[in-house]
C-alpha cells in the first residue's frame, strides 16, 4: 500500500517521504526513516485516495506522521 510520512516537530522538515509498504506501522511504534529514530505520532487511512486532489487519483494510501516520542 502507498504510504506517505511527514516528519513534524524539526526546525528543517524534510520533504515528505512516499513508500509503498505491506505492513503499516502504528501508533507509538518506532521507525528509522529520514536518517533518524521517529515514532509514529499519527496514522490517517484513505481507502479512496485523495478526493481533493486536482487529479482524479483515487489509489487507497495511508498518511503517517512521525515526529519525537509525545510525553507522557
Same mark, same amino acid.
Given at each position: 500500500m502507498k504510504v506517505q510520512f511527514s516528519l513534524v516537530g524539526q526546525l528543517d522538515r524534510p520533504a515528505d517521504l512516499y513508500f509503498d509498504m505491506d505492513a503499516i506501522p502504528q501508533v507509538n511504534d518506532a521507525i528509522d526513516i !529520514?536518517?533518524?529514530?521517529?515514532? $509514529?505520532?499519527? $496514522?490517517?487511512? !484513505?481507502? +479512496?485516495?485523495? +478526493?481533493e486532489a486536482a487529479s482524479d487519483d483515487n489509489t487507497p494510501f495511508v498518511y503517517i506522521v512521525v515526529g519525537d516520542r509525545r510525553p507522557m
Open positions: !529520514y536518517g533518524g529514530n521517529f515514532f $509514529v505520532r499519527t $496514522v490517517v487511512w !484513505y481507502p +479512496q485516495g485523495d +478526493q
